[in-house]
């Protein structure tokens, strides 16, 4: 379902689902999200520029936030989310700069990031190769970009176990792992949108259910 939508746009979360996505993110999610959080704070330097592209409830960027070192900024498709991640940022107290758009189109300067983050929505990218040329044409020579998705290759149990963590039991769980499992990109589509982009160097490494992709400029 996810793939033939994806065929003609790319895909965001609006109403009452972006409620849902920020109260299900804040109730079963943050622990994962401090652990992106610190693997990004690895490849960063104290007033490195940051970029979350499609940021959903913006944790992430606050969590980066939080440390006072960076300037962070989100950038995600959907109006509810923008305004619902500038309220989390207020809340917590942190400056973050939320804004509405697409990843094929970014609107900032070449050469504007140190570091892109793109966690768990690359998949929902109607174009993927152009979202990677963006993120390139964004980042500052040197600079890298991280995209967390999944892995369609992974097995059925792993692709269930991922969607618990969501909170979700019985057969919305087992619904929610089919769509995600065949929403996701293999290690091999990933390799060839690689080579479509102006990316020249990656890496890519791989867990139960999904992948960490380097890539650098």
Do not use: W
């Not at 943050?30 to 693997?39: G, N």
């Not at 019985?170 to 996701?184: D, F, P």
């Amino acid at each position: 379902m996810m793939r033939f939508f994806r065929r003609f746009k790319d895909l965001a979360v609006e109403g009452a689902q972006a409620d849902y996505y920020d109260k299900n993110s804040r109730d079963h999610r943050m622990e994962e999200i401090k652990e992106e959080a610190k693997e990004v704070c690895r490849h960063l330097g104290d007033g490195d520029s940051v970029l979350e592209v499609a940021m959903g409830p913006g944790y992430l960027s606050i969590e980066l936030a939080k440390t006072g070192k960076y300037k962070v900024t989100g950038i995600d498709l959907s109006r509810d989310l923008v305004a619902i991640a500038t309220n989390n940022a207020k809340a917590a107290g942190v400056e973050v700069s939320f804004v509405q758009g697409n990843v094929c189109n970014l609107p900032f300067p070449d050469h504007t990031f140190n570091f892109i983050v793109c966690v768990l929505s690359f998949k929902n990218f109607k174009e993927p190769a152009k979202a990677l040329n963006e993120m390139y044409r964004v980042l500052k020579p040197g600079g890298t970009a991280l995209i967390m998705d999944l892995n369609r290759d992974a097995s059925k149990q792993a692709m269930q176990e991922f969607v618990k963590g969501f909170g979700l039991t019985g057969i919305s769980a087992s619904i929610a792992g089919i769509i995600q499992r065949n929403g996701a990109y293999t290690k091999a589509e990933f390799e060839t949108f690689i080579t479509e982009s102006g990316f020249k160097e990656h890496d890519i490494k791989e867990s139960r259910m999904g992948f960490s992709i380097y890539l650098r400029k």
